[in-house]
């Protein structure tokens, strides 16, 4: 059995120290300890156990977590597709209704998308030659599929404002 180089108390502090950083998942704290302390078996064991312990405790919450991704997506204007890819990245299987608070989950993604859509391309109008408009109403579907968007939520804004 491998002899290891730490006490339980200097995994426990290291994850509190990365705590008060800034938030983290279970998976990405547990990451972090093993490039710190290492990778053998008896070493993962106990940086689970610590990090099991640490959401027992309240220290360490994924929910709390994918909250503040969320809000941060939000903020860079990503629609609620590109949200649940970004919560799928950092390890978490949360959609981005289970990760925020239920008095916020009524966020309008149609008015978010129209945000997104007047910041990008503003009051600029679509081309008059009919070849022309399809090649740019395809261009910023592209965008606002890119961001995240159901093209439920933006098509209406590609349509010709003029009767």
């Known amino acids: ?3 290891v180089s730490y006490k339980p108390a200097d995994l426990r502090r290291a994850a509190m120290d990365y705590l008060a950083r800034r938030e983290h998942s279970a998976d990405e704290l547990v990451a972090k300890l093993k490039k710190r302390f290492g990778r053998d078996a ?3 064991q106990a940086i689970v156990a610590t990090v099991d312990d640490l959401a027992r405790e309240g220290l360490q919450s994924d929910i ?3 909250s503040g991704v969320v809000r941060q997506c939000l903020l860079k204007g990503l629609g609620p597709r590109r949200v649940d890819q970004t919560l799928r990245e950092k390890g978490l299987s949360l959609r981005w209704e289970q990760a925020v608070d239920p008095a916020e989950a009524d ?4 008015d978010v998308a ?6 990008r391309f503003g009051s600029s109008e679509l081309p008059n030659q009919q070849a022309d408009r399809r090649k740019e109403q395809a261009r910023r ?3 606002m599929q890119y961001r995240g968007f159901d093209p439920d939520h933006f098509m209406h804004l590609l349509e010709d ?3």
């Open 1 to 3: 059995m491998a002899e």
């Open 42 to 44: 008896v070493t993962v």
């Open 64 to 66: 709390r977590f994918a």
């Open 107 to 110: 966020i309008d993604w149609f």
């Open 114 to 119: 129209e945000q997104v859509y007047s910041k």
């Open 141 to 143: 579907a592209r965008f």
């Open 161 to 163: 404002p003029s009767p």
